[in-house]
């Protein structure tokens, strides 16, 4: 290996979480766990990246139990005996092979449609209250509402630690429920819930508090946030360094021991003025470990396969990359679609055989290898 790339297979340290690289399985939703219960197809699938040289596996997002949590369906959920038991087959097969994974907790708020599993009759749950031809298509949540998730949040981080997970990602991005509260956009309170930024992050300051009261001091909480929301990727919840900083204390305060940094191109800058990416900044301002995330590996980026397409995603260099590892703008790298198509991606780029990863195409989103 070369000096570069050995920094992407260095082993990574964090109290009680030993890693033996630096890449991380980004979480990405699959839709192959009927009634939300992970088969042998799913303990295969994470087995697979944990034995070529995966060293932290973030599951795709796994609904919490309330029942508004989902949004999609033959999505894995996070409760029940049945579900959990799947987990367990699969955090076992992990940690067979040497790799660490930890699941991604989800709710996914107002973009929950009716007529979604588990119960078609249950309407989105956010912020604020939407209601369309006189129909109520968002139930606008109460306190006891929040009490509830946070509970429900809280309950899945201990049953992470009861089945051998090694930490739990807590997902608070691209506008999913936790994100719909930080943004201005979907967050319309006008009690302590809503208001300016700090007002509207006390839902997850909150919920990051019970998660650390469930799990006790030692075990890894992952918190996943980005810039973009799904309903527009232009969005920013703050414009400076300075807002980020502000942004990003209390939550770091509240208990989250590694910043996942989610952005759809990790060499673009955030702020003008310096190359540093969302990872580097907020690294730099926490002095929280981060994980860089966006289109590693490829030569284009996921939203050019959000649709039908033909389009062919190529490998792509990892210099830049490398070059912002070994300065230590960051400490891990999450990769995406490029694990998702080749389980042997890390291996490759290791072993120096970068012709022979295979190249991403939507096709590739149709089963799991």
């Known amino acids: 290996m070369t000096a570069p790339v050995q920094a992407l297979f260095a082993p990574f340290r ?51 139990g309330h029942k508004a949590a989902n949004g999609y369906p033959h999505v894995p959920r996070f409760y029940g005996e049945d579900a959990l038991a799947g987990w367990k087959q699969v955090v076992d097969a992990v940690h067979a092979e040497g790799g660490k994974i930890v699941p991604q907790l989800w709710h996914v708020g107002n973009v929950r449609k009716a007529g979604t599993e588990p119960d078609a009759s249950v309407p989105g749950y956010g912020p604020s209250e ?23 949040f809280a309950q899945a981080a201990r049953d992470a630690k009861a089945i051998g997970m090694d930490g739990v990602e807590i997902h608070g991005a691209h506008g999913y429920l936790i994100d719909q509260f930080f943004w201005e956009g979907s967050n319309k309170r006008t009690d302590e819930y809503g208001g300016d930024l700090a007002q509207r992050s006390r839902f997850a300051i909150e919920l990051i508090q019970a998660v650390r009261a469930a799990v006790g001091p030692d ?26 900083g502000a942004f990003l204390k209390p939550l770091s305060d509240a208990g989250v021991d590694i910043f996942h940094c989610s952005t759809r191109r990790f060499w673009e800058p955030e702020f003008e003025g310096s190359d540093l990416n969302l990872a580097g900044w907020t690294r730099q301002l926490t002095g929280k470990p981060t994980i860089t995330v966006g289109s590693v590996g490829l030569d284009g980026e996921f939203l050019q396969f959000m649709v039908n397409t033909d389009k062919v995603a190529e490998p792509a260099s990892l210099e830049n990359l490398l070059e912002r590892l070994s300065k230590q703008e960051f400490d891990l790298v999450a990769v995406g679609r ?12 290791r072993d120096g055989r970068e012709s022979d990863i295979l190249p991403f195409s939507r096709e590739a989103l149709k089963q799991l290898v």
Do not use: C
Request: aromatic share 8%; no cysteine.
């Open 14 to 64: 964090l109290g009680n979480l030993e890693l033996p690289t630096r890449v991380v399985m980004a979480p990405m939703t699959r839709s192959f766990s009927p009634g939300g219960v992970p088969n042998a197809q799913v303990v295969e699938y994470y087995r697979r990246r944990a034995a070529a040289g995966v060293g932290l596996i973030v599951t795709e997002g796994t609904t919490v």
């Open 130 to 152: 939407k209601v369309k031809d006189g129909t109520v298509v968002v139930h606008g949540m109460t306190k006891d509402d929040i009490q509830e998730v946070i509970a429900a």
């Open 219 to 244: 075990f890894p909480i992952i918190f996943r946030f980005s810039q973009w929301k799904q309903q527009d990727y232009t969005a920013r919840l703050v414009q400076t360094p300075e807002e980020l």
């Open 338 to 349: 490029a694990l998702l198509v080749d389980p042997d991606w890390a291996v490759k780029v």
